[in-house]
């Protein structure tokens, strides 16, 4: 388990081991996705855009070479200090907590590849919607790119081994209270390492029940990166998109 039991990540995304684990995350899809979004919200050249919990960068990144304004925030400081080699003009990050909104407002916020559902406290959740909505510009877009839990738990691989620069990453899933865990164990130069990931069931009509309690009202849903319709049954991922009236 990492350093503090009640926010694994602040530990786990914090070592090069996770990025090592997550290295083969295709960048061609990433990127496929970002230009079906900004085309679907037919957002500007030039539109602001906050990468909420955006890791190394890499959304961030190609956000900008598509010509947006792109601020990215993360709580881990390993990952905002790697994606500061990549700032320019109109392009910057820094380290931040997405429960609390940022002063500035935005045309776009982005939550992006499974970023949300962290917290052990089921109000941080409410509270990150709610900072979103306070960091849109009026008509501005919020989106959040989530995992289809129904389908993610009816496919759970229990248990796998992925071998990744000699590393034997030993890799258990299960489900339990809400959560969807992931153990993670594995031995490097001779230390153990086990770290968990724990990510909150969050199904469609929990979403909207937090938008409700938001104000805010879902626009678009979309399941998958090239914005086919959502399916319970079989999509891989839950794309909800809401808008700041």
Known sequence: ??????????????????????????YEEAEEFMRNLTSFLQLKKGSSILDLACGKGRHSVYLHQ?????????????????????EKEDLRFQVHDMCLPLTEKFDGVFNLFTSFGYFEDEEDNLRT???????????????????????????LVPQNTQTIQGIDFHLERYVEDGFIYKDIQFTDKGEDFKFQEKVKAISLEQFKTYFEKAGLQIK?????????????????????IFEHA
Not at 12 to 24: E, G, P, R, S, V
Not at 131 to 154: C, Q, R, S, T
Request: aromatic residues 14%.
């Open 1 to 26: 388990m990492g350093k503090d039991k009640t926010k694994w990540y602040t530990s786990w995304f914090d070592t090069k081991y996770y990025h090592i684990l997550y290295k083969d995350r295709g």
């Open 129 to 155: 919607i709610k900072a979103i909505k306070e960091e849109l510009e009026p008509n501005g877009y919020g989106v959040i790119d989530f995992m289809n839990v129904h389908e993610v738990i009816k496919n």
């Open 220 to 240: 678009n849903l979309f399941g998958d990166y090239h914005l086919n319709e959502f399916h319970l049954e079989n999509s891989p991922r839950l794309i909800l």
């Open 66 to 86: 598509l010509g947006y304004k792109v601020t990215g925030v993360d709580l881990s400081p390993n990952s905002i200090q790697e994606a500061q080699k990549s």
